[in-house]
């Protein structure tokens, strides 16, 4: 146990070795355990330490050797006589030791068991962890049967391993060729046909004809679905040549199919060869079957006529020899002798021929003969790869008749030779024949001769016409007769009308006149004519005017004194000025009419008012019914009236409902805000028409609403006055009653001015209403008028009205959508001009600087250029005068300090001794 050691083995590798003692603890033994993984001579060390003492090495040789590779037979060769085999796998094997390169430390020999050896092919399977022994590629067995292959594998000194497997040889397979076409005729006519259908040879040289074997696949059942087969018969030709023949009894033709792009109709046919125990050969070759001819018999000669179609008639019928099968499989055509062709339609029927069922075929066709004469029709029936059969058929065709049309209108004059006209068309079904073999015959229907009538056709429709020409004695209507003949063809005959009128007359016109708008002209004589086949009772001619402005009437025929002409007179009222053409149409029967134009100039009657003096009230509102101003001699649509009113301001007025053409009144509303007199200038214009005339107007202050108006006192007027200035209106009886007693019991003169200021009717009517006018271009809805009320009777004041509608989106967007827009609208509506350019820029700085366009207006609204307008404005409306300096100056600084507003400084002035004198006095 004191002894230690290590082994260096040569190879690379160590490890510790065991110590035992050998004879009494005298000797020891160094014992050690290594697998080499290479073969060849190695040098050993041995280290050996014990204890404190110094180690002790001592040196051993080794020679490493191959070991015998394991090998595995059993495997089964297989192989054909006289052929070379492919390389199949004979062996495996593995080396015990390590897998070495399979090319340079391994070699195989294969002894085939007929007396001949061969080296094996030696490769490694990384999978198996083996390595296999391949043989046969270069070996051919002479004859067939069982032999014992043994293989042996050498590996470098290492002895050799050895292990059998077995080898079956069998007969090779015959060499085949196919591409042979069996022909024959469905159901084979009783005769199966005995031919070539395959030949071979075999690589071994031939053998007896029993050692071979041939099945034929024909096709397949189509009822069982199993292949139809017969054993073929084979044959020894020159060459060791076989050849594989055999008979099939086809019951239907081979069908035409594309294979490859190519049509045919060859059918498959398989070939099996057998030979011994080899594996079977299966060759193709195929097979072409026709149809059975068919039996075609043509129908007795017939007749019909050109130009009438023959419709399915039966030309041939035919017997299918091969048995009857679908119409699909016949086709016919018929050639018509006319230099047309056609396909036939074929139709089938069962027929009982001597005691049996037969099916026979009819072959109809539709035509149009456009020639006549005999003609014959060869009539051809196809029917798939059966030979083609044709029979011939005899027609005789005929002229037809001509179908003609009538019911044509023929126009006569009386005494007057017609133009040619059509009288009859018709047309030939048997084709367009030269004219010369047409005639036509035409009885005018007036006991005159008959004449010839012209035919004539149309190159592009092929339609003929018959026309003629006739002189009728008198006017009415006739039956025309017309017979047309085409050769040898029965006639055919028409009729149609003729319509004889009478002449026109001959009217003279052109005469020029004049008339007055809304005045009866007339009646007078607008044409003059006379009948050139002979004078008339007036009643046999009538008129029709057309006075050119949409209207139109009967005229009025009087026979002139000497009886041979006439004249047309007529009447009309105008409703419109102008120049008119005005045409007149004779009628006399069945003649054509005759119009004459005369020129008619139609004017304005003259045009006059008439006024009276009016006596009116001060801020009453003259309206109906006593607004009519004038009498107008003459309206309609177009007239148009305008009034001065005498006080500055003007306003179109109105006509009253009238009779066009008639007198009506010029109607006007106005209402005079002071008393005095007024000259009231009335102007009616119609188209060019044009008259003035004038009326003086007295207006009067109205009577106060007090029981005694002589009596009324100065607080009446004041308080009367004030409602006309603030409120723009008259007093009513109540306000004045209520308001007089009030100031009458001592009230202050303030308190009826700022109760009136402050009352919804003036906050509604003169100031929410205007600023919406102003601002919004709009009037105020009644949501907004009862918010802003309670805003303003909340302290809001004018000027935060403004601001307030001046500064909604919908001001702004009106104002053009930009800040520049805003301020200049802001300038144009607050202060009345357009912006100056500093004014402008500060502005648009200030709400680009993010200042509310609220804040903007505001500014505005209470800018001293604006209250000093309002005080302008007030002072000039109350008193009729302008404020002194000191007095704007004042109201300019109350303004600023919020002691006033536009309410407050109205009252103010109304409520001074001043304001009461003017009220009172007036």
């Not at 007027?717 to 409120?727: C, G, K, R, S, T």
């Amino acid at each position: 146990a004191d002894f230690a050691a290590t082994i260096n083995w040569g190879d690379g590798a160590t490890n510790t070795a065991d110590v035992v003692s050998t004879s009494q603890n005298t000797t020891f033994a160094v014992l050690g355990t290594h697998t080499y993984s290479e073969e060849g001579p190695e040098s050993i060390k041995i280290t050996v330490t014990h204890g404190t003492d110094t180690p002790k090495e001592f040196t051993d040789a080794v020679t490493v050797g191959d070991p015998a590779v394991d090998v595995a037979g059993g495997a089964t060769f297989t192989a054909a006589e006289a052929a070379t085999p492919a390389p199949q796998i004979v062996a495996t094997f593995s080396d015990p030791g390590s897998n070495e390169d399979p090319q340079t430390d391994y070699s195989a020999k294969i002894a085939w068991g007929d007396g001949s050896i061969t080296a094996g092919t030696i490769a490694f399977n990384s999978l198996a962890d083996d390595f296999s022994v391949t043989g046969g590629g270069d070996h051919v067995y002479a004859e067939d049967g069982s032999y014992t292959v043994t293989v042996t594998v050498s590996h470098d000194s290492a002895p050799a391993a050895s292990a059998t497997s077995s080898a079956i040889v069998s007969d090779p397979s015959v060499v085949g060729a196919g591409g042979y076409t069996y022909t024959g005729i469905e159901n084979n006519m009783n005769v199966a046909f005995n031919e070539t259908v395959a030949t071979f040879t075999d690589p071994a040289g031939p053998e007896p004809l029993s050692s071979y074997s041939a099945t034929i696949i024909w096709g397949t059942d189509p009822i069982t679905n199993q292949p139809i087969t017969s054993a073929g018969t084979i044959k020894l030709g020159k060459d060791n040549v076989f050849t594989v023949s055999g008979a099939h009894a086809f019951t239907e033709e081979t069908p035409t199919i594309t294979l490859g792009g190519v049509i045919t109709n060859l059918a498959p046919i398989s070939v099996i060869l057998n030979h011994g125990a080899s594996l079977p050969v299966t060759v193709a070759s195929s097979a072409s079957i026709s149809d059975a001819p068919l039996q075609l018999t043509g129908s007795a000669s017939f007749s019909a006529a050109e130009g009438v179609p023959l419709v399915n008639v039966p030309l041939a019928t035919f017997i299918d020899l091969g048995g009857p099968e679908g119409l699909e499989d016949y086709t016919a055509e018929i050639a018509w002798g006319d230099g047309i062709t056609t396909p036939g339609s074929v139709s089938v029927n069962t027929v009982v021929i001597n005691g049996q069922p037969q099916s026979v075929f009819t072959v109809t066709g539709t035509h149009n003969y456009h020639v006549g004469g005999l003609q014959t029709a060869t009539i051809t029936v196809y029917h798939d790869t059966a030979p083609e059969t044709a029979v011939l058929t005899a027609i005789t065709v005929s002229d037809p008749p001509v179908v003609p049309t009538g019911n044509y209108a023929f126009a006569a004059t009386e005494a007057l030779q017609s133009t040619p006209q059509t009288v009859a068309t018709f047309v030939d079904p048997g084709g367009v024949a030269p004219l010369n073999e047409y005639s036509a015959t035409i009885d005018w229907g007036d006991c005159s001769a008959t004449s010839v009538g012209t035919p004539s056709v149309n190159p592009i429709s092929d339609v003929f016409t018959v026309s003629g020409q006739h002189t009728y004695a008198d006017e009415g209507s006739y039956p025309i007769a017309v017979t047309i003949s085409h050769e040898a063809a029965p006639t055919v005959a028409v009729t149609s009308t003729a319509a004889v009128t009478d002449q026109p007359v001959v009217a003279n016109g052109g005469y020029a006149y004049s008339a007055v708008e809304f005045r009866q002209f007339g009646p007078q004589t607008l044409a003059v004519f006379s009948d050139p086949a002979g004078t008339e009772s007036p009643g046999d001619y009538s008129a029709t005017i057309n006075w050119g402005d949409g209207t139109t009437s009967p005229g009025s025929i009087v026979a002139n004194a000497a009886g041979s002409t006439f004249s047309v007179q007529g009447s009309h009222i105008f409703t419109q000025t102008g120049s008119f053409e005005v045409g007149v149409t004779i009628h006399h029967d069945t003649a054509a009419n005759v119009t004459v134009q005369d020129m008619l100039t139609v004017s304005l009657p003259p045009l006059t008012l008439t006024t009276q003096p009016l006596i009116w009230k001060e801020w009453t509102p003259l309206e109906a019914p006593d607004n009519a101003l004038a009498t107008i001699s003459f309206v309609d649509s177009n007239t148009q009236v305008m009034i001065n009113w005498g006080d500055g301001t003007s306003s179109q007025g109105v006509v009253t409902q009238f009779i066009s053409g008639g007198a009506g009144a010029a109607l006007g509303t106005h209402t005079w805000t002071e008393t005095g007199s007024y000259t009231v200038t009335v102007t009616v214009t119609d188209g060019a028409s044009q008259a003035t005339a004038t009326l003086p107007v007295t207006v009067l202050k109205p009577v106060l609403p007090v029981p005694d108006p002589a009596t009324a006192s100065a607080n009446d007027y004041y308080v009367a006055e004030m409602y006309e200035d603030i409120l723009h209106r008259f007093v009513d009886g109540q306000g004045l009653l209520f308001w007089s007693n009030l100031l009458d019991a001592g009230a202050p003169l303030s308190v009826v001015s700022s109760a009136l200021l402050s009352s919804d009717e003036y906050l509604t009517n003169f100031v929410i209403r205007p600023a919406y006018e102003k601002y919004l271009g709009r009037d105020a809805d009644p949501g907004g008028i009862t918010y802003w009320l309670a805003r303003m009777h909340a302290g809001l004041t004018d000027e935060g009205l403004a601001a307030s509608l001046a500064s909604s989106a919908e001001f702004y967007i009106n104002a053009g959508n930009t800040n520049v827009g805003y301020v200049d609208a802001l300038y144009r509506l607050v202060l009345g001009r357009p912006a100056d350019g500093g004014g402008e820029s500060y502005w648009v700085g200030q709400l680009a600087a993010g200042e509310s366009a609220f804040d903007v207006a505001i500014g505005f609204a209470t800018s001293s250029e604006d209250r000093t307008t309002q005080i302008d404005h007030t002072y000039e409306a109350l008193l009729g005068r302008n404020p002194s300096l000191a007095e704007l100056d004042q109201w300019l600084v109350d303004f600023q300090s919020g002691l006033t507003t536009n309410e407050s400084l109205i009252a103010s002035i109304a409520a001074t001794d001043e304001y009461y004198s003017r009220a009172v006095n007036e």
